[in-house]
């Protein structure tokens, strides 16, 4: 029996490990060595691990010094949401954190802030965050108690929605707050540069950009402010973040990182792709009757990230759509895939005003790096098979 080819297209969940990175954990596991040791091998790694931190800077058009590795984007999340930050020979109080609503799970966590420290922003219906309603609560906050921090994602994981994160941070600085910037979907995805996002702290993510899972970053981007350690240890990346450094991991993020400063046009040559097969979503719903209606696409007035489309079409259930195509060779998804694997509502689409039935219908595609047209026909080939069963 011949296996029917599957098609990938749930890059936002986690990316393929690019054969560079495979090659380069593979070097540096055979290597071995602890990058705080003083001997041969202990300075191999050190060296492995400082190259990968100038190609991640490289990347990110920033200093390699301001880089912190961790062991992903949430363990980076909980490290910068720290009511204390360091400034200099003294701490600075961070009294509440305030929360875009389409924020991932990591963020909206809190990190190390009490429930009662932590307030929601509202987005609009295109998943933008409301600066006015930012301006006005900022305006009320009390600086004679602490400093105010508000946490905003570049680029969203479920709708690929992209905040104007500088205009942003503008206000968050007139009223003397700090600005975290979730940039995990942002990276390798479309141009980024720290000093333009005007983010104090950013968070980062290896497997979403092909890299191994399990290693991530924080960039501070003034080395002289910085939250307090959430891992206290021997004083790894300079006093920042103890505990041995994943040396394979890291040289896996570095070797992707290296491939992305190479193939960035491509990642953003895949919005032509994206913009087709959501053309041709469209077309399949008219074509299939007066009965079926029009997909919604979540987000579309905004700027998106070119690889990702998150719909919904009446009538069809998300967790009945993705085990049809699931079954037919194509991986999606229903959003986020923090969450226990489950399929279940989105508070991203619930935070951009969806009705219970969007919701449950809400499909995610994430497109790779290369313009899978193959994947693409597949799905959509798959996709008006579920529609004619919902026109029948």
């Known amino acids: ?44 790694a050190r060296k492995t691990i400082e190259k990968v931190r100038s190609s991640f800077a490289s990347l990110i058009d920033f200093k390699a010094a301001n880089i912190i590795f961790t062991s992903g984007a949430t363990e980076a999340a909980n490290h910068v949401l720290s009511p204390v930050i360091r400034a ?17 799970p990591c963020i909206l966590q809190g990190g190390r ?6 307030e929601i922003l509202p987005t609009d219906q295109d998943g933008i965050l409301d ?14 108690i602490g400093h105010p ?34 940039a995990v979907q942002a990276l390798g995805k479309m141009p980024l540069s720290i000093e333009e996002t005007g983010a104090d702290f950013l968070i980062f993510s290896s497997h979403k950009i092909g890299g ?19 891992l206290n240890g021997g004083g790894q990346e300079n006093y920042h973040r103890g505990g041995t450094e994943n040396t394979a991991a890291i040289a896996g993020f570095g070797a992707a990182c290296e491939w992305h400063k190479e193939n960035l046009t491509k990642n953003i040559k895949i919005l032509t792709l994206r913009d087709s097969i959501e053309e041709q979503l469209d077309t399949i719903s008219r074509e299939a009757g007066n009965d079926v209606a029009l997909p919604i ?75 899978d047209k193959s994947g693409a026909e597949r799905f959509l080939a798959a996709w008006k098979t579920i529609i004619r069963r919902v026109a029948a």
């Not at 990938?8 to 071995?32: H, K, Q, T, V, W």
């Not at 600066?131 to 004679?144: A, W």
């Not at 905040?163 to 009223?175: C, T």
């Open 297 to 371: 696409f979540f987000g579309k007035r905004s700027d998106r990230l070119g690889n990702t489309s998150c719909f919904s079409v009446a009538g069809v259930k998300a967790e009945t759509a993705l085990m049809a195509l699931d079954l037919d060779g194509v991986s999606v998804s229903s959003g986020s895939a923090c969450s226990s694997g489950k399929v279940k509502r989105s508070h991203v689409l619930e935070a951009m005003g969806a009705s219970h039935e969007e919701m449950e219908g809400a499909v995610r595609l994430s497109l790779g790096w290369e313009e």
């Open 1 to 44: 029996m011949v296996q029917q080819a599957r098609f990938y297209l749930d890059y936002n969940a986690s990316a393929p490990l690019l054969d560079c990175a495979r090659e380069s954990m593979i070097e540096a596991m055979s290597e071995g060595g602890n990058a705080s040791s003083v001997h041969f091998e202990g300075r191999a």
């Open 149 to 182: 921090m508000v946490a905003v994602q570049l680029a969203n994981n479920e709708t690929g929605v992209i905040q104007s994160v500088n205009k942003i941070a503008e206000v968050i600085h007139k009223h003397d707050g700090f600005m975290v910037v979730d």
């Open 88 to 104: 200099g020979g003294h701490e600075l109080n961070v009294s509440k954190l305030y929360i875009c609503a389409t924020e991932h």
């Open 212 to 230: 191994p899972q399990g290693v991530g970053a924080i960039v501070l981007r003034d080395a002289s402010l910085s939250p307090m350690p959430l």
């Open 113 to 118: 802030f009490t429930r009662d420290q932590i």
């Open 131 to 144: 600066i006015q309603v930012l301006e006005s609560v900022l305006e009320k906050h009390d600086t004679e």
